[in-house]
């Protein structure tokens, strides 16, 4: 059964502090992972998938199949990071819905 | 492009009354989605379409009915609205866009049950 895990309900942090956001899964297969964020009053959105390795906004996230993990990181958090973070995974070839988890707020404290 | 476009975008029902939720995207998408959003549940898959033509049952399907109506219309039905079914819907497509093989949500559509 596909599952993610995303432990922390709430993560506040001060401005200019290293963020990270964590995220566990559990998938048979070769799994494809994503971290999608929602912004005040706004659609939830992509923030980055692991196959594109790219930093967007200032975050990365790095698969780590042996720990079964993908953990959302910044080394420096901006107020406007503030928002809910969703960890998602589906199979590798797009052909099974997108599972989430129950996400993350982030908040940034000026 | 608008992407994906969901109606209504605010709704309140009386128990027991029913409702469609309209989902449209234009992006030539195959699949499309039904989720909920509740606080500290996440997203949860009511239900989707993997192409024109079928749909299935996600994770919270009880309550609900879908039509894939064609390519670019996937509606959601309460048939008798349950205070349980108060929550934030999101219908979103997948499908290649700029080369990525992505979800794309809709703004969501707010749905209080009294």
């Known amino acids: 059964a596909q599952r993610v895990t995303q432990p922390e309900k709430l993560l506040s942090v001060f401005k200019g502090a290293p963020v990270e956001l964590k995220c566990n899964y559990s998938?048979?297969?070769?799994?494809?992972l994503f971290w999608y964020v929602q912004y005040s009053r706004q659609r939830l959105q992509l923030l980055l998938r692991?196959?594109s390795r790219e930093s967007i906004k200032g975050f990365t996230a790095d698969l780590n199949k042996g720990e079964t993990s993908f953990h959302l990181k910044k080394p420096f958090a901006q107020e406007e990071d503030s928002a809910m973070y969703y960890c998602?995974?589906?199979?590798?070839?797009?052909?099974?819905?997108?599972?989430f988890g129950k996400g993350t707020r982030l908040s940034v404290i000026a | 492009n608008a992407g994906v476009t969901q109606t209504p975008k605010f709704q309140v029902l009386k128990t027991g009354q029913s409702m469609t939720l309209q989902c449209a995207q234009d992006?030539?998408?195959?699949?499309m989605y039904w989720y909920r959003q509740d606080p500290g549940m996440g997203l949860r898959l009511i239900y989707y379409s993997a192409s024109e033509g079928t749909t299935d049952k996600g994770e919270v399907p009880n309550g609900y009915n879908v039509s894939r109506l064609n390519k670019r219309e996937f509606s959601l039905r309460l048939e008798s609205a349950a205070p349980s079914q108060t929550s934030v819907y999101f219908c979103?497509?997948?499908?290649?866009?700029?080369?990525?093989?992505?979800?794309?949500f809709g703004a969501g559509s707010r749905l209080t049950v009294l």
């Open positions: 998938y048979s297969g070769s799994p494809e």
């Open positions: 979103a497509s997948r499908g290649v866009s700029s080369g990525a093989n992505v979800l794309t």
């Open positions: 992006m030539n998408h195959n699949s």
């Open positions: 998602a995974l589906s199979s590798f070839s797009g052909n099974t819905p997108l599972v």
């Open positions: 692991h196959i």
